[in-house]
């Protein structure tokens, strides 16, 4: 089964895509086990990732992982980028630490009915992604994704895969997404 993300020429409205949530906990405080979820599209060549999380009191810079691999047919590397709600952490590509040129964050906070959650909005764009992977996300492209979150407790939620599993690592449970025409 694949997942669908769209791409257009233009800026899609969030109201309008899929929203991938994070249903996989590993949690000793219920606070932990969070409404946090992803949405994702391709604009003019920039894969643009947006992560939701609805964390009463997030602490902590990086408790956010997003883990990619934009052209898993041609065994291409996993790159895991680190942020939270105060902002960037780390960027790994290859098992190898970059600066994360072409790869930019946007975060902001807030509330509505729902409570607090803030956000982080990752643009890959699309020198990056030519760069790095040799690839331009086009109509029926494919690539690997997964997201995770952690506490400073240890505490840990994911994506995709069963986080519980002793040997869980995100990047050897990533789904396939599907990039269609909006």
């Known amino acids: 089964m694949r ?90 590509y290859d098992k190898k630490e970059i600066t994360g ?12 009915e729902q409570g607090f959650y803030w956000c982080g909005e990752i643009t890959v764009d699309k020198a990056a992604v030519n760069q790095l992977w040799n690839t331009d996300l086009e109509e029926k492209s494919i690539f690997t994704l997964n997201m995770t979150q952690t506490f400073e407790n240890g505490d840990f939620s994911g994506l995709f895969g069963d986080v519980t599993k002793v040997d869980y690592l995100a990047e050897n449970n990533m789904n396939v997404f599907l990039v269609l025409n909006y």
């Open 101 to 112: 040129e072409g790869i930019s964050l946007n975060c902001f906070k807030t509330d509505d």
């Open 3 to 92: 997942n669908i993300i769209y791409k257009s020429e233009n800026i899609i409205p969030w109201d309008t895509q899929s929203a991938f949530k994070m249903n996989s906990y590993n949690a000793q405080v219920e606070e932990h086990m969070v409404f946090c979820y992803l949405k994702s599209y391709v604009y003019g060549g920039n894969l643009v990732l947006c992560s939701y999380c609805f964390t009463e009191h997030p602490q902590g810079k990086d408790n956010i992982h997003l883990y990619l691999n934009l052209s898993p047919d041609k065994n291409g590397a996993v790159m895991q980028i680190d942020y939270g709600y105060d902002g960037m952490g780390k960027i790994v």
